[in-house]
Each structure stands twice: as C-alpha cells, then as structure tokens.
C-alpha cells in the first residue's frame, strides 16, 4: 500500500476514533464542571472548578441504590442466559434434534423483533405471577431475550469444535456429560465469553423492561435513575452527566478487559 494512502486512511481513522470517543470525553468532563461552566461560551475543554458532588451527594442515595440494582439485574441475567444457552447450543450442534432447522430460524427471528413486541405478554404474565415491583420482572425479560443471541453464537462454536475430542474423551472413561464438561465448554470459552458479556450488555442498558414492570423507582436500574433525575432535579446537568457516567464505566471497563476475548469469540465463530 502506498505511504500516502495508508497515511490518509490513518487520518480516517483517527477522525472516526475521535468522533465515537468525544462524546463519551465530554460527558465525564462536563459531569465535573459546576451548571453555568456546561453551557459557557467558548466550552472548556477541562473544568475551571472541579465540581464532584454530582457523584458524592449521590453515592450514598439514588446513584449508588441504582448501581447495586443494575448490577443484581445484569450479573443474574447474564448467569440465566449462560446456564441455559451452553446445554442447549451443545444439543442443538450434536443431537439430531426434531425441527432444529425451524428452531434456529425462529430465534434468528427474535434477534430481528424490537423489545416491545413481548412487553404487553410480559407484563401480563408477571402480574399474574405476582413479579411486579420485583428485579426478578426485568431479570427475567432481559435473560429471555438474550438466550436466543447466546444459542446461536454458541452452537456455532459446538459445531466447530472436533467431535473426535470427545470420542478421545469417553474412550479414556468419561460419559457424554462430564466429556461436555471437560472438553467442549474449556474450548468454547471465547463464545461462553461473548455471549456472557453481550447479555450482560444487554440487562445493563435496560430502560423500557424496568421502567414498565417496576414502578418502585427505588428499584430502579441507573438508565432508569438517569431519566428520573431529569424530572426530579429540573435537569441537573452536572448531577445528570455523573448518573450516565457511572452508567457507561462499567461498560467500558468490561471492553477494554476483554476486547482480546470479545472479538476473538465474534471472529472464530462466525464461520462454520
């Protein structure tokens, strides 16, 4: 490639990179800065006075009581859809399971539907399953949605993987259940990965589940928090700016930890 196209593909690059990462920059920046330095003219690009009691005025009250709440939500859907998916992409990938062609065809469907096709059924059937004003309403919505993602990133990982692994594995004395164990769930780990953090994801950035089915707004997720404190501090931006902040972190964190895995487990198991 000649130097001056691969130079100007690099400024591209950094002009994309930039345009995706300012806004994010400017979010955690201005969550620092008092109310008249947001909306000052020309901006500052770092606060004059650092402003943080939109994080510690919080901490101990709505901000913290709505990170506790995103986090029970996430980790339990996240541990729901991974329990589920790996046994039933392992059967869907080695057993010649009756109508597999239309079951994978359906939860390819269900990734094209938006989240509220299921909202009205859902809430029926957790009022009647008395789940109302309950994390456990919105765990498990979040985790419903995310198995079928999870099946068919996973299955394709158990059809990669070689089945002589686990005939190697019963002739040395193991059955079919431990061989799963042993074999085939160590080296589907980038796909365990995948699926694990993209449901996690998922349950994380969940507004319309949680605002629908809980009306406690104690109990509401930080997405939730960051939309009622809209109305509850007639638009607070500094205090508004820190909610999205510790919104976004853990997001960010858990890309830059496991970005190796995550694209990984997207490359190797895009293909059959």
Request: charged share 10%; glycine share 6%; hydrophobic share 55%.
């Amino acid at each position: 490639m000649p130097r001056s196209k691969e130079f100007l593909l690099n400024i591209v690059g950094i002009v994309i990179v930039g345009a995706i990462l300012f806004p994010i920059y400017w979010m955690v920046v201005s969550s620092f800065k008092v109310q008249g330095e947001i909306f000052q003219m020309p901006p500052t690009l770092f606060p004059n006075e650092w402003y943080v009691e939109g994080y510690t005025s919080q901490l101990g009250g709505a901000l913290g009581r709505s990170f506790i709440n995103s986090l029970i939500v996430a980790l339990s859907s996240m541990a729901i859809v991974v329990v589920l998916a790996i046994p039933a992409s392992y059967g869907l990938a080695r057993y010649p399971v009756p109508g597999k062609k239309w079951m994978i065809l359906f939860f390819l469907v269900t990734q094209m539907l938006p989240v509220t096709v299921v909202l009205t059924p859902m809430f029926i059937l957790f009022k009647k399953l008395a789940l109302l004003n309950s994390l456990a309403a919105p765990i498990l919505a979040t985790a419903t949605l995310g198995i079928p993602f999870s099946v068919l990133i996973l299955r394709t990982y158990f059809l990669n993987a070689p089945k002589e692994l686990e005939d190697a594995a019963m002739i040395d004395g193991c059955n079919r259940f431990t061989a799963f164990l042993r074999i085939m769930i160590p080296i589907s780990y980038p796909g365990i990965i995948v699926s694990a953090t993209f449901s996690f994801l998922f349950a994380w950035g969940d507004l319309i589940y949680s605002m629908t089915f809980i009306s406690n707004t104690d109990m509401w997720p930080l997405t939730a928090g960051v939309y009622n404190s809209m109305g509850k501090y007639g638009i607070q931006w500094n205090n508004l700016l820190s909610f999205a902040t510790i919104t976004v972190l853990p997001v960010l964190a858990m890309f830059i930890l496991l970005q190796r895995y995550i694209i990984s487990g997207l490359t190797s198991g895009a293909v059959k």
